[in-house]
């Protein structure tokens, strides 16, 4: 397990982090911050013995790294990455099929949280991203994960391809999201153990990943735009796979 070291940002992520037991060294609270809407935040970190300490908002200004710390700011690991074997675990203790999101080199760290963020809403056992070429989770992405990175793992990984052999070794189907695509999304069985593979804005999926896949899917564009936002199709794709598990059950 790894971790990057990093700050969390805004009231609600900083909430979830500390309700979610993550290490947090400390919470640096603006002195013109409004009280009272940090009071669960004051008593929660009193419960768990996390150090709050009040400072001028230029010093939070010069930590933080989004626009939106809300006058608060919790200095520690964003989150820890984990093995791509925990999450295949987690879904084991789940009694579930597998169901993982491979974010194949989302650059972009507010895409990165946004897909983090349904993962953990549609029940999804973890993210995983490539080492390089890719956003981490780190402030920009917890914050838009509405605190979600605390809940819902993420494995980085050093190689996507080999990565992916693996999860095919292990019995997991991988699909793409993409407009070559044999089938649409709505006519694919989605039932089974799957990792569904986002790619990024502009490029898609990377060609080799492409080739990796076991099958393609096209999502339908009914209006004069041909593609989604990475987030938004991976919110699609994430929803339909839990429609057909629940009329599964």
Known sequence: MSEERNTIEGRNPVFEALTAGMPIDKILVSETAKKEALGKIFRLAKEKGVPVQTVKPQKLSE???????????????????????????????????????????????HNLGAIIRTANAAGADGVIIPKNRSAGIGAIAAKTSAGAVSYTPVARVVNLGQTIDRLKERGVWVMGADMSGKSDLFHSDLTGPIAVVVGSEGKGISRLIKEKCDFLVRIPMLGEINSLNASVAAAVMMYEIVRQRMNKE
């Open 63 to 109: 930590l933080a790294e989004t626009e939106a710390s809300q006058g608060v700011i919790a200095l520690c690991a964003a989150a820890s990455y984990v093995g791509v074997e925990d999450l295949l675990s987690r879904a084991e203790q789940k009694g579930k099929a597998p169901f993982l999101i491979i974010a194949d080199e989302i650059t972009d760290p």
